[in-house]
Every structure is written in C-alpha cells, then in structure tokens.
C-alpha cells in the first residue's frame, strides 16, 4: 500500500488539486510541503493533532515539513470557519504563543538534521510595504471569486471586516514565499482552509509560472457533524499543564461508539491490518477498542511512560466497575484556602495517611499519584475546580480514593 493509498484507507483526504501529481511527489519522499498554525493560544489543542500526525506520516514517508507559525497572520485573524473577528493579540503574546508551539512541535515532528523546518510568518510579513502588495500581489485576486469563498460566505451576514479579508491573500503570499525560499511545491491543511490554499497555488501559477499543489484533510468530526476536541470545560489541550494527561486519555477514552474505530484510523499509527480486524469488534469489544485510542494517543502527545500511568488509573477507577466501588471522600469547602488546597492536607482529608508527617514521606518517596500523574512535590495545590471534577488520588498500587469537593 502506497502513502497515498494508506492517506484514503484512514479516511483522510477530503479535496486535491492534481491527484496524480499529489500521489507521485509524496509516495515518492519529493514533497517539501508546509502546515500553518496561527499562534492564537499558548497550547496547541486537538484541532491541531490532525495536522501533526499527517507532518508525521508524511514526513516518514522521506517527505519534508515545513512548519509555519503564523506569527503575522495571527494578527489579523482568519474567518474560515467563525460567527466573529478574532480578539486581537499584542505582538508579545503572539511571540510567546510562538514560542510554546515550536517547543511543543519538536516533541511531535523531528527538525534534525534539516528533516523539517520552522518558519514564522512575521519574518516577512510584518515588513511589506502596502502599495508593493497590492501592485504585486493584489493585482492577482479576484474580489468576486474571494467573496465566493466559502471561508467568507459564512461571515457576510453578520459583517466581514476588510481586516479579514486580507487573510486569504496573506496565506497565498505565504506559499509564494515558501517556494521561492524552500522550495516548497505543497501544502496541506484542514478542509475549511481549501480556498486559502487555491488562492496560494493561483499566485504562484502567476507571478513565477510554476505549479505547486493542495490538499485538505478531513475536519476531525464526530457523529454529530461537530467538531471534536471540545469539552464543557474548553479545549482539549497538547500541553499538560493545561490538560493533564489523566484528563487527556480519558476524553478519548470516552468517545462515543461510532466515533471509536474512526478517530483509530485517523490519528494513530496502528496498521491497517490491525485496524481491519478492530472494525469487526462490537458491543464491550469498541471498550477495548477505546483503551487502544487513549493509549496510543496519549503516548504520541506525553510519552509512553505517562501513557502507561494514566492507563492504570484509569483501568483501577472505571474498569470491571470499580468506580462504583471506589471509596469517595467529600473534602469541605472550608479545607480551601483562596480556592486551593495543598496535597499534604488533600491526602490526610482523603483518608489515604493518617497524618501529614506520613502525606510527605509518602510523596518524597514516589508512592502518591493524582489522576494518574506522580506528585513528587510536597508543596503541590490542587484547585476547587478539579475538586469539582473529582481527583482520584492513589497510594501505592491499591489504595486509591476520589476526592471530590463537598
């Protein structure tokens, strides 16, 4: 099965300029192709997991990524698929969500050895000069056709701003750039982005007479229509400060039925053949199925070892029933102060120790974890919130308890 062939199988190409070209340059490690990531928060979230794996995929496949952050382009804000104009953002929260995506990108994709290259937007951006573009660039794109765009259609009823506008012709001017200095003859991206993408490829037919390609991914959705990634509480985040892994595996964990075998095929790196054999399973069958999910892509985002300990807790809580079973203890508001409470005191109110002499000895010695993750710091606090959520705390390997708050 060729790369391009496995791409289809998992279900994951939704639109192509030149099928045959896409299959040749890829199947054959020849495509520099880029990905952009407007930095808009300080994490990358699952919206975005779609795109790496496919960077990871391809760039197994002898291919090499460019990753693009869009340092200037988060300063106007793309319209595809929002109601509204995007917050704007200083240049040095921008700069700082830079910086998180790239340390977080070299996780995930390898940049040694010139493998894959990060490149930032603002680097050339920022400093054009307004009648230069639009001479030079403007010139090349068509009002009527940009309006026709379905990343616009959605946004003139409630009003497109002029700042907006520009998003499409700023992402062509990407391309252009990119194949000019890199030689980067595709780009790839989610389906709601294919008329930035044509408008990239257009440019470049233009100004240098050159063919250069798309292609779109398919939106990770769930049987709903709705896009996943998304819980009561906000996102679902790649950094763990900002969900936990605990929190990580189980959202996928608990994907619905219909969901399961889909988000398997598109996002881990399991063989076909394993996941021809999985689409049989059914009834308690897509639980065991769920577990593979959790694991395999909480290890890609955490490590194995992280992976393997959420796992755990997660198995020791839920499975066979346990979490009917599972002792509870309410910790009163009045435990708190301003809003936190610290683990010594959380373990002592859970009923795990009997006093905070043995709380410390217990942490320093490695033996306490909470929601699957270690606690190796004395003076670590928990909020109100994930009381509210529940904390299921461990000692050793059968005692555990969820703390929740009363």
């Not at 520099?32 to 990871?56: E, N, Q, R, W």
């Amino acid at each position: 099965m060729t790369l391009y062939e496995e791409l289809v199988a998992r279900g994951l190409i939704a639109q192509v300029t030149d099928e045959e070209e896409i299959k040749e340059l890829i199947n054959n490690g020849k495509a520099t192709f880029y990905i952009g990531f407007d930095p808009t928060a300080d994490s990358l979230h699952v919206g975005h997991f779609m795109a790496l794996c496919l960077m990871k995929r391809l760039q197994s496949a002898g291919n090499k990524p460019i990753a693009l952050i869009g340092g200037g382009t988060a300063m106007v804000g793309d319209p595809s698929g929002r109601t509204d104009m995007r917050t704007m953002m200083t240049p040095e929260t921008i700069e700082h969500n830079c910086q998180c995506f790239k340390k977080q990108m070299s996780r995930f994709i390898d940049f040694s050895d010139g493998k894959a290259i990060m490149v930032n937007n603002a680097d050339w951006l920022k400093s054009l000069n307004y009648i230069e573009v639009l001479q030079e660039v403007g010139a090349h794109f068509s009002v009527n056709r940009m309006l026709s765009a379905e990343c616009y259609k959605q946004r003139m009823e409630k009003g497109l701003s002029f700042l907006e506008f520009n998003y499409m012709i700023m992402q062509s001017y990407d391309f252009y750039v990119l194949y000019q200095k890199y030689g980067c003859n595709m780009q790839f991206g989610g389906d709601d982005q294919w008329s930035n993408m044509l408008g990239g490829t257009e440019l470049i037919r233009r100004k240098l007479g050159k063919d250069a390609y798309a292609m779109t991914i398919t939106l990770l959705l769930n049987s709903e229509g709705k896009k996943m990634g998304k819980t009561q509480s906000g996102a679902v985040w790649l950094d763990a400060e900002k969900t936990t892994p605990y929190d990580f595996y189980q959202y996928w964990r608990n994907v619905d039925d219909a969901d399961v075998l889909k988000c398997i095929k598109m996002l881990t790196f399991l063989p076909m053949e394993q996941i021809a054999e999985m689409e049989q399973w059914e009834g308690a069958q897509l639980n065991t199925a769920k577990e593979i999910l959790a694991f395999e892509l909480t290890k890609l985002i955490h490590g194995e070892e992280q992976a393997t300990q959420v796992q755990d807790a997660s198995r020791a809580v839920f499975a066979s029933g346990a979490s009917a079973n599972m002792p509870v203890a309410a910790i009163e508001q009045s435990a708190l102060a301003n809003g936190e409470i610290d683990v010594l005191t959380l373990l002592v109110l859970s009923g795990l120790v009997s006093s905070k002499s043995e709380a410390r000895r217990a942490v320093e010695q490695g033996g306490v974890s909470a929601n699957g993750e270690k606690v190796s710091d004395i003076k670590a606090v928990f909020t109100a919130q994930q009381l509210q959520d529940g904390i299921v705390l461990k000692r050793g390997k059968k005692n555990f308890v969820k703390a929740t708050l009363g």
